[in-house]
């Protein structure tokens, strides 16, 4: 399609007194080539672009008079600034439109070809900057596709009615409160990586702790890196050792990159020192990308978001002028890397708790883990497991002798644990029903929260603040702070149907910026960012790619 735009109207025959019109008219109406430009949604694009000229005469919209429009102009400058919003200018053709706008002889025929450039560059960004430039069912099939694109006619039609680009362009954008506070970072980040120098990687030396001798020469490098990397860095002045400045600021760098603050310099803390802007741009790329993925209404109400690689969950709610805010967050615990145990990613709505809940066993945690060691003496004592024929409060529980035991091998019997402080799911769970069976719930291996990477589960996800979490949820039901407490006193359990569900979101998003507008990147534990980094076309080497200045004129 591109190649078409600006090549056949080479082939053109010599028109007398040829207008912008007749040239937007021509290039729409040849043939297709065999190889059109491989972008998302790109055809529909183009048989949407057909249709509008085609209803107004082929007339332009940006050119007027033989001049670019302030539309034009403040489109050009938006889709040269695409990587603001973790996209690449490229892709809305803003080189060749560039290349063209400059040509010697910008005549009637120039003018056509940037005419539609720009439309579809207009469209393109729209779509992609709105819904994603892949599917999420392509990467999580519990990610349904719940964003549509605005319609691109009715697009085309607003510019021609007098609208802002800009403005429409923006309102394309997740409204999300990551999203936003990401892009904000973004700009700071593009903006370092194109007037940076060549980043220097710093050698990899022995593990420094607080105190120990060092070179001046690392000393100098570390100290540079961090000014660099770390907001407000404490003055810090070489005197021989890794002395208490550098340690402080450290510390500080070390929790913007999701380590352990322990001040120790290690190979963690040295392969994040070497991590340089455009890796962490990559990084923020996957993430917009993802949070695109988020449905637009969730921002109407109060919703939670379980942030799978930062080990964190929030939940966030607007105020009375509309402006979100965190109002709750807490550790989590989630799944094991294995392939098997990663915790799904998904949006569902939480409909009900349960306070004091039993375990009911998997059957794939009980064959894999449990069945081996049902004879053994005392399993069911210390574990608190009960033999039950189906999962309901009134149950039936059958005493495990060697007869029931061999049922349950054979899928008579169903295994859950007795509620109570030894439960797998510690006080309560939250439930959003979906086809994972996965949902939030505490537990009694508290010390596990302490760890810096929390990856230890079977795929659900355990909660540090449960009791946090069961007043952010109730509160707004007519619950206080007491009658919470009371049921956590109970021995029974207890479900709680929420009047009002909460959108839960179990995301992916390894950089997000805190209250205090601090990036803070993470780790891909799960290696979702390298496949969908590949797939988007933004490896290091893509990114790097020179930025075009000028204006359009």
């Known amino acids: 399609m591109l190649r078409r735009l600006l090549a056949v109207v080479c082939l053109l025959p010599a028109i007398a007194v040829a207008s912008i019109s007749d040239y937007i008219a021509q290039n729409l109406n040849d043939e297709l080539p065999a190889e059109t430009l491989q972008l998302p949604r790109f055809s529909e694009h183009y048989s949407h672009l057909v249709s509008f000229y085609e209803f107004r005469d082929y007339q332009p919209i940006w050119y007027i008079d033989g001049q670019p429009t302030e539309q034009a102009k403040a489109l050009f400058e938006v889709l040269k600034q695409a990587h603001y919003n973790g996209l690449r200018p490229a892709d809305y053709f803003v080189d060749t439109i560039d290349m063209i706008a400059?040509?010697?002889?910008?005549?009637?025929?120039?003018?056509?070809?940037?005419?539609?450039?720009?439309?579809?560059?207009?469209?393109?960004?729209?779509?992609?900057?709105?819904?994603?430039?892949?599917?999420?069912?392509?990467?999580?099939?519990?990610?349904?596709?719940?964003?549509?694109?605005?319609?691109?006619?009715?697009?085309?039609?607003?510019?021609?009615?007098?609208?802002?680009?800009?403005?429409?362009?923006a309102e394309a954008?997740?409204?999300?409160?990551?999203?936003?506070?990401?892009?904000?970072?973004?700009?700071?980040?593009?903006?370092?990586?194109?007037?940076?120098?060549?980043?220097?990687?710093?050698?990899?030396?022995?593990?420094?702790h607080p105190g120990d001798a060092i070179a001046e020469s690392l000393y100098q490098a570390i100290a540079d890196r961090v000014v660099e990397l770390v907001p407000a860095a404490e003055p810090m002045n070489y005197a021989g050792s890794y002395d208490p400045a550098l340690v402080a600021n450290i510390k500080r760098f070390q929790f913007l990159n999701g380590l352990g603050q322990d001040g120790i310099i290690g190979k963690r803390t040295y392969q994040a020192l070497n991590k340089d802007w455009s890796m962490r741009e990559q990084q923020m790329i996957a993430t917009m990308e993802r949070l695109r993925w988020l449905p637009r209404k969730i921002v109407d109400?109060?919703?939670?978001?379980?942030?799978?690689p930062s080990f964190t969950m929030y939940g966030i709610e607007a105020d009375s002028q509309g402006q979100q805010h965190m109002t709750f967050s807490s550790d989590v615990i989630?799944?094991?890397?294995?392939?098997?145990?990663?915790?799904?990613?998904?949006?569902?709505?939480?409909?009900?708790?349960?306070?004091?809940?039993?375990?009911?066993?998997?059957?794939?945690?009980?064959?894999?883990?449990?069945?081996?060691?049902?004879?053994?003496?005392?399993?069911?004592e210390q574990h608190n497991f009960q033999l039950v024929k189906h999962f309901s409060k009134t149950a039936e529980v059958f005493p495990p002798t060697p007869e029931n035991i061999a049922a349950l091998k054979r899928g008579e019997f169903l295994l859950r644990q007795s509620n109570g402080p030894h439960n797998a799911l510690g006080e309560a769970k939250f439930i959003f029903p979906n086809a994972n069976n996965v949902y939030l719930h505490g537990t009694p291996a508290k010390s596990l929260f302490a760890k810096e990477r929390r990856d230890f589960s079977h795929g659900c996800i355990r909660v540090g603040d449960v009791p946090g979490l069961a007043n952010w949820v109730l509160n707004p039901e007519g619950w206080d702070e007491q009658a919470i407490n009371q049921e956590f006193d109970e021995d029974a359990a207890k479900v709680v149907p929420l009047k009002t569900a909460i959108t839960v979101g179990i995301i992916y998003l390894t950089a997000v910026v805190d209250d205090d507008d601090h990036l803070i990147v993470h780790d891909d534990i799960y290696g979702h960012d390298a496949r969908l980094l590949k797939e988007l076309g933004m490896t290091a080497e893509q990114i790097m790619q020179p930025a075009v200045e000028r204006a359009l004129y």
């Open 102 to 169: 400059s040509e010697h002889t910008f005549g009637e025929l120039s003018k056509s070809r940037a005419e539609l450039l720009l439309s579809l560059g207009f469209l393109q960004y729209a779509a992609d900057v709105k819904v994603g430039r892949t599917s999420p069912t392509a990467h999580h099939q519990g990610f349904p596709e719940v964003v549509e694109a605005d319609d691109p006619g009715h697009l085309l039609q607003r510019i021609s009615d007098g609208a802002d680009p800009v403005a429409i362009l």
């Open 173 to 208: 954008e997740p409204p999300s409160l990551l999203y936003q506070r990401l892009k904000q970072a973004m700009i700071h980040i593009v903006d370092k990586r194109l007037a940076g120098e060549p980043w220097q990687t710093i050698a990899e030396g022995k593990t420094l």
């Open 301 to 308: 109400t109060r919703y939670i978001l379980v942030n799978v």
């Open 334 to 380: 989630v799944g094991k890397s294995y392939r098997r145990y990663r915790t799904p990613l998904f949006v569902a709505d939480m409909t009900y708790m349960v306070f004091n809940p039993y375990w009911n066993v998997p059957n794939s945690i009980l064959r894999r883990e449990y069945i081996p060691h049902v004879d053994e003496p005392g399993f069911f």
